[in-house]
């Protein structure tokens, strides 16, 4: 009999112009002073950063900012974010951006309550305490929008590593297609990329694996696979948008997780030395890491490759399921061979390096050797 | 495009002996004081009671009980609860059963913060505070433990109303689909009856609705009729049991109606006029009704009910699907028809009466005529 905990205290507030309320969920859980984070200088050339301030103003919050953070986030961002929030003296932390903002804003949140390096927390120690957390998702795809994870890069050690912890559910995630129709089509694809990874890595690693969660994977994986198409036709197509949006939380809320047991993310683990060594989207690296270890995998669990291929594809086989989702992968334009990575000789040598060092960090290194990575890269190569 | 705000801070505790533990999660929340709550003495006898009031003593959590609640649950029970609590000074209650069990509980739990009369909170009143609530399932069926409404009749004016409040969300609820295979035959395709019912409600009757959720409502149907057939046969498949109490959970935590519009509770609202005089399971009114209020609605909605057809039973055509349905009611053994639970003749009128009632406090009249609710009743009757 499978056993779980399942727990996530985040409140969605999904729909047009939420972002604009943004100062009142605020203001109903007693933040006076926050710190916003942010990527790019876009939101404020749009306008979206002008119309969240005034719903702060509003509510008399004060804020200091910080820009900069970049998709791949490094830890230095962070370190220099914990300074700011500690000056400051914020009470929360609000993330305008995607992923990455949001995860640097929970690393934020975790090193600004604690007297040591923040890294200590990517590397073993509890999070005990942390600033609360808010954050307006421009970008569909990690499900960081309600969960209590985060991934940040250790430039100085390339080391993409996460941090979690029960302080790091965001309290209050504004989802709004709107904001996130604007996307470039390639990040688009990273994305879909991105949710399918989060939804397959469990589905195919664990050795318990209930039914009714196999069929809400499946039903999430053909969400997205039918979203990304509408919406490669359509960008403004804001109910596929909704729905890719919604996809992506349910993807990696816990929800898809709950009676698993022996799930293993190592498609994140391979992948995230590709962005580390060579700064690939994150997406784009695990459409190319995939298929590649969906081969190399496909025999310790053929019976869930055969289920893949026939719920997903409606085709007989496992190899005919990793070919289809390879096909689809080529058809929408994002990348399957390291080849159009440009990734070979010296550089494959250190991702490899790379990954086999996060294989033994993350406990992974009795299936994960050197060669199996190497085998794994093999499969990608074209 | 769609709208929502979604929050469910329950946490669910889920497996095998997980009730031993509840002393220590009531802890966890500093209760002191709680008052248990259930319905018949096999808790006792199975030895459930002392197992968990084992754990109670251990954490130093005193109590005092009430059991004798009733499926289909009154308001002069809750009236009971309330006082005892308040003599106490419970600061939490712990529902040992299933569903009618727990909604007693919630409405114990806002009574006792109130210094008027609970069924205010049935018939508008906001619930502002209330005890703190933990439970343990012995059924799984009505999706109470991840939710925060409940259902009680008024034995006076034969009422069976709704309270709900974020207040009333457990803290802790246990599912261990362990102690749920003892439930009887009849309750179990009752019970499935209901998932079912909580599944369609939505589905059938928003007039948004978006993709992904009718996907994962899909899912979630299958996984009722999968599961079913299955405990049919071995009551003691413990994880058919587990999917099944998941799936009854996930039925009605929110997740399946976010972002919905327009969904109303028909089936329910005409089914609680059944309980409410003829005193029927819930599950077994329910299967009942849900088949001729398919046949009265479909040609409002017809492209959903085609949907339905193929994708739960791969059937073309609104009707087969109707049919199948009721074929596979009339297969695991739960009424179909209302000759099957003898109502007819003054008590039939009785109950449109009652139904008609609750379509005018629920705010259905438009739609829910005596008229409109007498053809409902009519295609069910053999």
Redesign the interface.
Known sequence: ????????????????E?EKRMGEFMAQFGVCKTLIVYGSERIKKSGLFDSVVAGLKEKGIEFVEMGGIKSNPVLSKVNEGIVLAKQFGADSILSIGGGSCLDSAKAIAAGTCYEGDVWDFFIGKKVEKALAIFDIMTLAATGSEMNSGGVVMNEQTLQKYSIKGTPLFPKVSVIN??LQSTVSRDYLVYSAADIIAHSIEGYFTASIQ???IN??I???I??VI??TEILLENPHD??????FA??AT?ALNG?TY??TKGASYPNHMIEHAMSAVCDVPHGAGLSVVMPAWMKWWKKRNLAQFERFAREIFGLQGADAGIEALKAWFDKIGTPTTLAQLKIEGKVLEQVIDNATQNALDWQMSDIYTREAIAEVFALAKN
């Open positions: 009999m499978y056993q779980f905990s399942f727990y996530n205290p985040t409140r969605i507030e999904f729909g047009a939420k297609p709107q209930p039914e009714i069929m809400q499946e039903a999430n053909k969400t039918k979203t804001l109910d596929a948008r909704g729905d919604w996809a349910m929800l709950v009676g």
